[in-house]
């Protein structure tokens, strides 16, 4: 059953037949565009070009432009419109004896709307009010926009805004990038830290590579999959919850450094940090350990900073957060005791589970010791790290895939970067040990069939990889979504992700109540 049409909307479909009925074809082929709105606005030369339409220019700077119009000033026989393209807005001089015979009454000010997209050729100005602009010597519609862009209106009662409401903006977010420069350019800079990653990674001589997204036996983290089916094989498959087996394989075959760059898929909930579909960058070094690889995180982060903002800085509303090395290094366990008072140095499972139902946590039957541990931590002192930290040395329940410390029994040569109260990024000294890595994969599985929902699967192939023999090396997992939160100053990783999951939306196709 079709939607009901707005008011609005039903004089742009009426629009949208008129201009048909008079021949003028309402959406366009192509556009020949030679300037973007900003070229024009940072390259104009008074010396060179007139000072207003009135004067004959030196040399005029012709231009081709084409954007969507955001406002419109009609007058007699000229207006003014502002015309926005990826770059910014300018100002568009509109002049009837300009357009072809009746173009300027019967469609420029009768049938074009905000909205609509438009190409102008002309030459670039100084008017009297000293505004740069284009005088438009040709105009023609390149898009007809039936959907008039968000306004303030009210509804039932109460005013709803849906330029800043948030669940608007995410559902519908080609509206928000057309209203909100500033989105815009928060997703430019995400391009520019995957690119930047990406260079800092090639010049110190990784390979980048890629790995299966469907995966018959999913590894490499805590977590729960998502799960299909291949048809023609009749098997099950899993979308990857990471990338890490796979590319140690890759270190056992003889790269002695390799990285990816990828989509990964965890099913779990919804928060501010957390989206089912995310994005990870995993480097896998070969002779190389957990202390060298801080060292290099330091060095990669604090370089991004500099591209992004000149310098090792960030700002997140009040707080400035300094990202120059050296980061400070704390040990998991002394982290906790800091902030709680308890130490849970070589505590078994019931007195953990005792200490952490006394400072209030649930915890229930299918929580292993290292998932007390974790809960602790992530309640009480992740949140406070604002400065960035190396939390270091884990338990090696809580790390299956990690080496055993070299000097401290019970505990994974390991670390978490925290930065604003949460993870950044993860590392070990990766294990390489095939005896200890199927007893650890054991481990995982009893917790499973205890109800532990998000422990590792054995993978047997995994195991015979190692058997072959895997060199010593460092592996790196960086969340690409919170990295961007930190270095955009952004607070929600809805807002660094073009197209953020969100609930199903209302049938109804009715403006959202709000998040």
């Known amino acids: 059953m079709a939607r009901e049409l707005t008011e609005q909307e039903e004089v742009r479909r009426e629009a949208l037949q008129k201009l048909q009925e008079l021949g003028v074809r309402p959406y366009g082929y192509s556009w020949d565009v030679t300037h973007h709105a900003a070229d024009i606005l940072e390259d104009f030369d008074d010396t060179q070009h007139a000072a207003d339409d009135g004067a004959e220019p030196a040399e005029r700077m012709e231009v081709a432009l084409a ?41 420029f000010k009768k049938l074009l709307d905000i909205g609509d997209i438009i190409g102008v050729r002309g030459f670039a100005f100084r008017t009297r009010m000293g505004e740069i602009s284009v005088h438009a010597e040709e105009l ?66 990784y390979v980048e590579v890629e790995t299966p997204v469907l ?68 480097l896998y070094v070969a002779y190389r350990d957990y202390e060298w690889m801080m060292s290099f995180v330091e060095e990669m982060v604090e370089s991004l900073a500099v591209l992004l903002h000149g310098k090792p800085e960030v700002s997140i509303g009040e707080t400035t957060i300094s990202l120059a090395r050296p980061w400070r290094r704390v040990p998991l366990f002394d982290a906790i005791a800091e902030k709680t008072g308890h130490d849970l140095r070589g505590r078994d499972r019931d007195e953990l589970a005792s200490v952490a139902k006394g400072l209030g946590l649930e915890i229930d039957d ?44 019970g505990l994974v040569e390991r670390f978490e970067a925290i930065v604003n109260g949460k993870e950044l990024c993860n590392a070990f000294s990766e294990l390489n040990d095939p005896v200890d890595q199927r007893s650890r994969f054991e481990d995982q599985v009893a917790l499973g069939s205890r109800g532990d929902s998000e422990a590792m699967q054995l993978d047997e192939d995994y ?28 607070n929600s990783i809805r807002d660094v992700i073009l197209f953020p999951l969100l609930k199903p939306e209302a049938p109804t196709d009715q403006t959202p109540d709000g998040p």
């Open 67 to 107: 954007g969507r119009i955001m406002s419109r000033r009609i007058m007699g026989k000229a207006s003014f419109l502002h015309l926005q393209d990826e770059s910014g807005q300018i100002q568009v001089y509109v002049r009837r004896d300009d357009l072809p015979e009746d173009y300027y009454n019967t469609v």
């Open 140 to 205: 023609e519609l390149l898009a007809k926009a039936l959907r008039p862009l968000p306004v303030e209106k009210e509804t039932e009662g109460r005013v709803f805004n849906e330029v800043t409401d948030k669940e608007f903006r995410y559902r519908q977010r080609y509206v928000d990038l057309i209203v909100h420069s500033d989105v815009r350019h928060i997703f430019r800079q995400r391009a520019r830290i995957i690119s930047g990653m990406r260079q800092f990674l090639d010049e110190r001589g």
């Open 215 to 282: 995966q018959p036996i999913y590894g490499g983290a805590a977590a729960r999959p998502f799960k299909t089916q291949h048809n023609a094989l009749g098997m099950p498959l899993f979308l990857r919850i990471a990338d890490e087996l796979y590319l140690k394989r890759l270190i056992v075959g003889g790269f002695d450094g390799v990285y990816e760059i990828s989509k990964d898929f965890r099913n779990e909930g919804l928060s501010r940090y957390h989206n089912p579909e995310f994005t990870m960058m995993e």
């Open 366 to 409: 299918t929580m292993g010791s290292g998932k007390i541990i974790d809960e602790v931590f992530g309640e009480f002192v992740e949140p406070h790290l604002i400065e960035p930290v190396f939390i270091t040395d884990y338990p090696v329940e809580l790390s299956p895939l990690a080496k055993r410390h070299r000097t401290k029994e």
């Open 463 to 490: 195991l015979r990889a190692l058997e072959y023999g895997m060199p010593p090396a460092a592996g790196l997992g960086v969340g690409m979504d919170r990295l961007t939160m930190l270095l955009t100053g952004q």
